[in-house]
């Protein structure tokens, strides 16, 4: 279904139950992200959240992508695999061979719905041009604060709108604004997105690049913003056939080379001029769960400001997971399964990417395995496809179990996985968000192969025995007093997978501690050992292996060990160890800063913790931050600073 605009949707939540407003003033600069925080890391993802007192002439909407519910009444769907399945089905009928004139009639019916689904530039103005600000102010819209090292108040929602100079190609892409002015903000665009090329472009010519962002009207304008599309392929026809019906927009007043959906909330436009000094821009506490830390970004000049009558400012936070976004990346890996599977990677089954993997970093992969070599193949295809090259670690299982189940997928995959020869380690385009990496946006990759092998993958000369009886926990953390924490309930359930929390003090301190203690023998069966930082809690196995995930560059940090096996003579067994600690200069020789996690203040906490009765949204959640204080390095964004 189609919403005519943002208060449809938002009718439409509160009809179902979706939706609590807030009458009391709640500040945006971090009180708004800390209720929000609270509310969206309850089961299920809590309620959207609509602030009406927010000291400024604008309500701001929170969390409306925040539930698997509430994503699926954004995308007009019962579930979100039905995407997927009109998606399959759609290419299926285009794909197959057309031989008889029944065949070609058959199609015609489709190809009059993709005219249907083309966005169509209307004339005249639209509902987002119903007042024009006589003096453009973007510090008069309610733009929220979200952590409190944020360098500043960010738009963490926008649509925004470029083309190609030379082609005319829309770009609609989604990139934070710290907002530095009333008519200046950064516009953070990395240099792997589409329309950081169009800006390429527009310095070629030395003529400023025309910029629009959009903020509100049908809910799938955000989602389609954030959908990894191939380049050239226009978001709005995506929205369209999300919608059913054709996306109406208009073009903007002072940028009129750019056009806006009608229906939008806010609209504002502007330039980026490729002669301007860049900004100075960040910190911000970002998805990963850690701050993203400044850098140089282009200066957004802003020339008006739209809106409709009785708007709503649209917003999110994004930070330790699980929060909104992890929905809307359960929506992108349910829809583009279908795409992925039937134009680059046919054996493809089913993915999932864990929430605890802040996307890229953790992506879990079925297939239907049929010859050996074939996990390798499926690799190398992902790590080439679209975004998906920015994935660190990728996870193979196959037909024999279903990857959601982690606990039974974690026995197939261990059971299936040799760590000496079923771990592929490479190296290649990376998140530039991802801090673990030795060189921005490049760094290590991972796969590991748990599908079931063949004879031509197997090498006869390994054994892998059950967890050795001499393991004793106790004794290990009395010989180790750098070991602050051993979690070996896995090992019970027939995963042989150790996480161990250790405080360095020393270079090369990881790499000797792994091969220490898989010489002591005590740990002999165990395939895998994965070692966080001291300060995180070994047996909170969520939080261990989102920080694990994060810190992680697999190919620097491996350290595999192979030994004579003692309980089967003439066999070797393996251990790989990871390490998943912070990382320096002086004991890592790590020249990048590194970043702290994203925690609420104190006075934040205690600020929303005495107005809590006065919001009106059911029974006290302590803020979800308290868990993570004893976890950070200082109250600053950068914890170590690289040489």
Same mark, same amino acid.
């Given at each position: 279904?189609?919403?005519?605009?943002?208060?449809?949707?938002?009718?439409?939540?509160e009809?179902?139950?979706?939706?609590?407003? $807030?009458?009391?003033?709640?500040d945006?600069?971090?009180?708004?992200?800390?209720i929000t925080?609270?509310?969206?890391?309850?089961?299920g993802?809590?309620?959207?959240?609509?602030?009406?007192?927010t000291?400024?002439d604008?309500?701001?909407?929170?969390?409306?992508?925040?539930s698997?519910k509430?994503?699926?009444?954004?995308?007009?769907?019962?579930?979100?695999?039905?995407?997927?399945?009109?998606?399959?089905?759609?290419f299926?009928?285009?794909?197959?061979?057309k031989?008889s =004139?029944?065949d070609? /009639?058959?199609?015609?019916p489709?190809?009059?719905?993709?005219?249907?689904?083309?966005?169509?530039?209307?004339s005249?103005?639209?509902?987002?041009?119903?007042?024009?600000?006589?003096?453009?102010?973007?510090?008069?819209?309610p733009?929220?604060?979200? +952590?409190?090292?944020?360098?500043?108040?960010?738009?963490? /929602?926008?649509v925004?709108?470029?083309?190609d100079p030379?082609?005319?190609?829309?770009?609609?892409?989604m990139?934070r604004?710290?907002?530095?002015?009333?008519?200046?903000t950064?516009m953070?665009?990395?240099?792997h997105?589409?329309?950081?090329?169009?800006?390429?472009?527009?310095k070629?010519?030395?003529?400023?690049?025309?910029?629009?962002?959009?903020?509100?009207?049908d809910? &799938?304008y955000?989602?389609?913003?954030?959908?990894?599309?191939?380049?050239?392929v226009?978001?709005?026809m995506?929205?369209?056939?999300l919608?059913?019906?054709?996306?109406?927009? &208009?073009?903007?007043?002072?940028?009129?080379?750019?056009? &806006?959906?009608?229906?939008?909330?806010?609209?504002?436009?502007?330039?980026?001029?490729?002669?301007?000094?860049?900004? +100075?821009?960040?910190p911000?506490?970002?998805?990963t769960?850690?701050?993203?830390? @400044?850098?140089w970004?282009?200066?957004f000049?802003?020339?008006?400001?739209?809106?409709?009558?009785d708007?709503v400012? @649209?917003?999110?936070?994004?930070?330790?997971?699980?929060?909104?976004?992890?929905?809307?990346?359960?929506?992108?890996?349910?829809?583009?399964?279908?795409?992925?599977?039937?134009?680059?990677?046919p054996?493809?089954?089913?993915?999932?990417?864990?929430?605890?993997?802040?996307?890229h970093?953790?992506?879990?992969?079925?297939?239907?395995k049929?010859?050996?070599?074939?996990?390798?193949?499926?690799m190398?295809?992902? +790590?080439?496809a679209g975004?998906?090259?920015?994935?660190?670690?990728?996870?193979l299982a196959?037909?024999?179990?279903? $990857?959601?189940n982690?606990?039974?997928?974690?026995?197939?995959?261990?059971?299936?996985?040799?760590?000496?020869t079923?771990?592929?380690l490479?190296?290649?385009?990376?998140?530039v968000?991802?801090?673990?990496?030795s060189?921005?946006?490049?760094?290590?990759?991972?796969?590991?192969?748990?599908?079931?092998?063949?004879?031509?993958?197997?090498?006869?000369?390994?054994?892998?025995?059950?967890?050795?009886?001499?393991?004793?926990?106790?004794a290990?953390?009395?010989?180790?007093?750098?070991?602050?924490?051993?979690?070996?309930?896995?090992p019970?359930?027939?995963?042989?997978? /150790?996480?161990?929390?250790v405080?360095?003090?020393?270079?090369?301190?990881?790499?000797?501690?792994?091969?220490?203690?898989?010489?002591?023998?005590?740990i002999?069966? =165990?395939k895998?050992?994965?070692?966080?930082?001291?300060?995180?809690?070994a047996?909170?196995?969520?939080?261990?292996?989102?920080?694990?995930?994060?810190?992680?560059?697999p190919r620097?940090?491996?350290?595999?060990?192979?030994?004579?096996?003692?309980? =089967?003579?003439?066999?070797?067994?393996?251990c790989?160890?990871?390490?998943?600690? $912070?990382?320096?200069?002086?004991?890592?020789d790590?020249?990048?800063?590194?970043?702290?996690?994203?925690?609420?203040?104190?006075?934040?906490?205690?600020?929303?913790d005495a107005?809590?009765?006065?919001l009106g949204?059911g029974e006290?959640?302590?803020?979800?931050?308290?868990?993570?204080?004893?976890?950070?390095?200082?109250?600053?964004?950068?914890?170590?600073?690289?040489?």
């Amino acid at each position: 279904m189609s919403f005519r605009n943002q208060q449809h949707f938002i009718d439409t939540l509160e009809q179902a139950g979706e939706l609590v407003r $807030i009458k009391a003033f709640v500040d945006p600069k971090l009180e708004i992200a800390e209720i929000t925080d609270r509310i969206s890391k309850t089961t299920g993802g809590g309620k959207a959240i609509l602030f009406e007192n927010t000291g400024y002439d604008f309500p701001v909407l929170m969390n409306a992508y925040g539930s698997e519910k509430r994503m699926c009444l954004a995308l007009g769907v019962q579930h979100l695999d039905d995407v997927a399945r009109e998606i399959e089905n759609l290419f299926k009928l285009l794909a197959s061979p057309k031989e008889s =004139i029944m065949d070609k /009639l058959r199609v015609l019916p489709k190809l009059s719905q993709f005219a249907s689904w083309m966005p169509k530039v209307k004339s005249g103005r639209g509902a987002c041009q119903e007042v024009v600000m006589a003096q453009p102010d973007i510090s008069k819209l309610p733009v929220i604060t979200c +952590w409190p090292k944020d360098g500043g108040p960010f738009v963490t /929602l926008p649509v925004i709108h470029t083309k190609d100079p030379n082609t005319n190609t829309r770009n609609v892409g989604m990139y934070r604004m710290q907002v530095f002015g009333p008519t200046l903000t950064g516009m953070h665009w990395h240099k792997h997105k589409v329309s950081a090329r169009h800006f390429n472009e527009y310095k070629k010519l030395n003529k400023r690049m025309p910029v629009a962002v959009a903020l509100g009207g049908d809910p &799938v304008y955000a989602y389609s913003a954030t959908a990894p599309l191939p380049d050239n392929v226009d978001e709005y026809m995506l929205a369209g056939f999300l919608r059913k019906k054709k996306v109406e927009l &208009v073009k903007c007043i002072t940028q009129p080379d750019i056009e &806006v959906p009608a229906d939008a909330d806010f609209v504002i436009e502007g330039y980026v001029d490729p002669g301007d000094e860049m900004i +100075w821009e960040g910190p911000f506490g970002d998805h990963t769960g850690y701050y993203s830390l @400044p850098d140089w970004y282009p200066r957004f000049h802003i020339t008006a400001i739209t809106h409709k009558k009785d708007p709503v400012y @649209p917003a999110t936070i994004v930070g330790i997971p699980p929060q909104e976004d992890a929905w809307l990346g359960k929506a992108t890996e349910r829809i583009f399964l279908a795409p992925i599977k039937m134009t680059m990677v046919p054996e493809i089954i089913d993915m999932d990417m864990p929430v605890e993997g802040v996307f890229h970093n953790l992506v879990i992969t079925k297939i239907k395995k049929e010859y050996a070599g074939q996990g390798q193949k499926v690799m190398n295809a992902m +790590w080439g496809a679209g975004q998906m090259m920015f994935n660190k670690i990728l996870v193979l299982a196959d037909e024999g179990v279903t $990857i959601q189940n982690y606990t039974k997928l974690a026995e197939y995959v261990f059971a299936n996985m040799n760590p000496a020869t079923d771990i592929y380690l490479s190296t290649g385009p990376m998140d530039v968000l991802d801090h673990s990496c030795s060189k921005l946006g490049f760094g290590g990759k991972m796969c590991i192969d748990g599908t079931k092998k063949f004879d031509e993958e197997t090498e006869d000369r390994f054994a892998f025995p059950i967890l050795s009886n001499r393991f004793d926990k106790q004794a290990l953390m009395q010989q180790f007093p750098e070991i602050r924490g051993i979690n070996n309930a896995l090992p019970a359930i027939h995963i042989p997978c /150790l996480i161990i929390s250790v405080e360095k003090n020393r270079k090369g301190h990881v790499r000797e501690l792994h091969q220490q203690l898989c010489a002591t023998g005590m740990i002999e069966g =165990i395939k895998m050992v994965l070692y966080v930082e001291h300060t995180v809690n070994a047996n909170d196995l969520p939080v261990a292996l989102w920080r694990f995930c994060n810190n992680l560059d697999p190919r620097r940090d491996s350290i595999l060990v192979q030994q004579p096996a003692r309980q =089967i003579p003439g066999k070797t067994w393996a251990c790989m160890g990871f390490d998943g600690t $912070i990382k320096t200069a002086a004991l890592d020789d790590f020249q990048r800063d590194w970043p702290n996690i994203i925690v609420a203040d104190d006075k934040t906490i205690a600020s929303v913790d005495a107005k809590w009765d006065q919001l009106g949204i059911g029974e006290f959640i302590p803020s979800p931050s308290l868990k993570f204080k004893d976890q950070m390095y200082g109250e600053e964004a950068v914890v170590v600073s690289g040489l």
